[in-house]
């Protein structure tokens, strides 16, 4: 069996990624813990749809630019 494709982060660094060291499980790519946590992931989408991203636009990156102030 081929090992599972996700990766995780390893408890000496919240920076880093390493590969899961767990087997994938019979018929899938991922071992069972990351199989049900990408099923739940995507049942969770499919419910209840994506979730709205209040305050968010598109486009250039505008939150470094400030308005200037106009004086009186």
């Known amino acids: 069996m081929p090992h599972c494709l996700a990766y995780v ?3 000496i660094s919240t ?3 390493v590969r899961c060291v ?3 499980a ?3 790519q991922f071992c069972r ?14 419910v209840n749809g994506l979730p709205e991203r209040v305050g968010m636009h598109a486009g ?3 939150k470094d630019k400030t308005k200037p102030k106009n004086k009186k």
Do not use: K
Request: no cysteine.
């Open 33 to 46: 813990a990351h199989e049900n946590a990408i099923n739940g992931a995507v049942l969770g989408l499919w």
């Open 26 to 28: 019979a018929g899938s």
């Open 9 to 11: 982060r390893p408890r």
């Open 60 to 62: 250039t990156g505008n």
């Open 22 to 24: 767990r087997r994938a």
């Open 15 to 17: 920076q880093a990624w």
